[in-house]
């Protein structure tokens, strides 16, 4: 799902480019092996979209595609199909953070910060990011992002995105360049375009621990396969890949460094940036390091957090 806004400027982006999407610098590729939409303000991906359904839509001049995207009218609050990720049509205002894609969260996960008076997910997400480098081969492409600013006293992150036409690959890696052990928690807090929240299931979670936030962090074990019937914000505790199923769809994340996996949506609840008729077209399921495995580093170590999605099987 994609807001028509984005769409449009994808669809007047012949290889690469950057635009200007809701006020961010946002980097756009549209290319034989597929669709690709990476916001500078937290190096998140808004979009991704592998061959051979990308760039079935050509609007033929940029200066027409951008003339439309100026149109009122066309910066009516909707989505359309298309993609593997949700973001939505309504974000909030810079420097508020955009809702959707792959928002990164760091250096902690939720309200984890140290004193527990940090912004929610951290500051990384909100932050200006450069665009170090971008690696474009007949394959795919890869970027090589980093903060424009220091985030964390000793901790630094950088962000390498990998995109081709069977996948999508996220890394976030945090570096110690201080002198004392560090906690660290985070997420690539995944958001998912489904066909409807309600027909989704998770599997790959039957057994697993669980901390349900609802329950005010109540502990349990997963029977069966958790689907999503209304809202849910659950830990678990888990480091296997898990496939997302929405009736249409088989989407595998496969995850690295990671011994959490939240799964997350708040039913009718929407955060206020969220419009209802988009709420029940995402799921989030994130690669999370959380306070059931956080990671300590020491001076000169670095950790990976990653995750790699693909799709098993497109009904
Ligand atoms: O609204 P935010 O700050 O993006 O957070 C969304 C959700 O993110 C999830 O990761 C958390 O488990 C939820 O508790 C939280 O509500």
């Not at 990384?124 to 492409?141: F, M």
Request: hydrophobic share 35%; aromatic share 6%; glycine share 8%.
């Amino acid at each position: 799902m994609i807001p028509t806004t984005l769409r449009q400027l994808l669809d007047a982006t012949r290889g690469q480019r950057l635009a200007e999407w809701q006020g961010r610098e946002v980097w756009l590729a549209r290319e034989p092996w597929g669709e690709l939409a990476v916001s500078l303000q937290g190096a998140q991906v808004l979009h991704f979209l592998p061959a051979p359904d990308a760039g079935r839509k050509a609007t033929d001049s940029i200066a027409e595609a951008e003339q439309e995207t100026a149109d009122p009218a066309a910066e009516a609050a909707t989505l359309v199909p298309g993609g593997w990720l949700w973001v939505t049509p309504t974000p909030q205002p810079l420097p508020g953070a955009i809702r959707g894609g792959i928002p990164l969260c760091w250096p902690w996960f939720a309200d984890e910060s140290p004193d527990g008076q940090g912004p929610m997910h951290g500051p990384a997400r909100k932050a200006a990011w450069r665009l170090d480098a971008a690696d474009e081969h007949e394959e795919g492409v890869e970027l090589h992002l980093s903060p424009q600013d220091r985030l964390h006293e000793q901790l630094v992150p950088r962000a390498v995105i990998q995109a081709n036409a069977r996948r999508l690959h996220v890394e976030l890696i945090t570096e110690h360049r201080g002198t004392t052990p560090v906690k660290y928690t985070g997420a690539l807090h995944s958001y998912f375009g489904v066909r409807h929240t309600h027909r989704c299931k998770v599997e790959g979670l039957a057994g697993a621990r669980y901390l349900d936030k609802l329950k005010n962090f109540a502990e349990d074990v997963q029977q069966g396969e958790p689907g999503i019937r209304g809202a849910i914000d659950r830990i678990y505790q888990s480091n296997r890949e898990v496939v997302l199923d929405d009736g249409e769809r088989r989407l595998r994340i496969a995850k690295q460094g990671s011994d959490s996996t939240v799964v997350w949506h708040p039913d009718s609840e929407l955060p206020q940036d969220t419009p209802p008729e988009a709420g029940h077209r995402f799921v989030c399921v994130e690669a999370a390091c959380t306070r059931l495995d956080p990671v300590w580093l020491v001076p000169g170590a670095q950790h990976l957090l990653a995750t790699t999605i693909s799709c098993e099987e497109n009904r």
